[in-house]
């Protein structure tokens, strides 16, 4: 019982911390990095209730590339709306620009440093100085060669500074009602192939599409990891009964966009699999 009341406090401690430190930025504008994913949501939110108090403005910058699942725009405009944040959309095209065309295992990095510049740029344009962006502790613990970018530019990184990890964040943005709460983590399309693979929008289109069919059959999280011709099929595995049931039109599904074996990952989805035996 003392621990579940230590867990308790040290929550609500984190979540202090983190109104503090963002109401703390709220004497001038802010820009968020905004993916409409859950982390970036709640730094949003909380930005924004900052900012109603001081007369000054939010921004809510979304990167529209090739690399995210398409629709991704729409639905994050939406989320920022409901916030009353003001969304602005840069387009880029990191794959031909930021030399991630091999899949190199430093991709991570070159991808954040190229979008981070392009959020730089406009935050000058606007006269904007605290970019905020959503690391939390999690991923931390994991390789993201990303987060190295986000420290050399001098991005902030609040629910990583206060220690929130990726439930305490859900909860947090559950507690302050927002409708992503609970949507899944949709990371760019390149993390489905292996290092060293040379990356198309051709193949990412059809991961693109293969997630999405599974996901019409209810799945949460999923992931088509692609090597070479086989496509490995990742899902949460209490989730792996629906796949079998399924199996014959997932396969037809599959085959038809391409891929000559189909098979399901026994150990189930688990994000940044591509990752395995990287460390930071």
């Known amino acids: 019982m003392c621990g579940r009341g230590n867990s308790v406090s040290n929550y609500e401690t984190k979540k202090r911390k983190l109104v503090e430190q963002i109401q703390s930025y709220a004497a001038e504008d802010i820009m968020v990095a905004f993916s409409g994913g859950v982390d970036s949501s709640l730094l949003l939110k909380i930005a924004s209730d900052a900012v109603k108090k ?3 403005h ?5 990167l529209h590339t090739m690399l995210h699942p398409a ?3 729409e639905s994050a405009r939406k989320v920022a709306e409901e916030m009353e944040a003001i969304f602005k959309v840069i387009r880029i095209d990191e794959l031909e620009e930021a030399g991630m065309k091999e899949n190199p295992v430093d991709r991570c990095y070159l991808c954040k440093k190229y979008i981070f510049q392009a959020i730089i740029k406009e935050a000058d344009r606007l006269e904007i100085h605290k970019i905020l962006e959503g690391t939390n502790e999690d991923d931390l613990q994991v390789y993201r060669p990303g987060i190295r970018a986000v420290r050399e530019l001098g991005i902030i990184s609040p ?3 206060v220690g929130l990890t990726k439930a305490e964040v859900r909860r947090l943005a559950e507690e302050y009602g927002i409708s992503v ?3 899944p983590s949709t990371p760019c399309l390149a993390t489905r192939f292996p290092y060293g693979t040379r990356l198309s929008y051709e193949d990412m289109r059809k991961v693109e599409r293969g997630e999405a069919y ?10 088509v990891r692609v090597h070479g011709t086989i496509a490995r099929i990742e899902v949460n595995q209490d989730e792996m009964p ?3 049931e399924q199996k014959g039109e997932i ?3 599959l085959k038809e966009l391409g891929y000559v074996y189909i098979t399901l990952d026994l150990e189930g989805f688990r994000s940044g699999s591509m990752d395995d035996g990287i460390t930071n």
Do not use: P
Request: charged share 25%; net charge positive; glycine share 12%.
């Open 54 to 56: 001081t007369g000054k």
């Open 58 to 62: 939010v921004y809510g910058i979304f």
């Open 71 to 73: 629709g991704e725009v």
């Open 159 to 161: 629910l990583a500074d």
């Open 181 to 183: 709460s609970k949507k």
């Open 214 to 223: 599974l996901k019409s059959m209810g799945l949460y999280n999923v992931r």
């Open 242 to 244: 629906l796949i079998m």
């Open 251 to 253: 396969i037809r599904y």
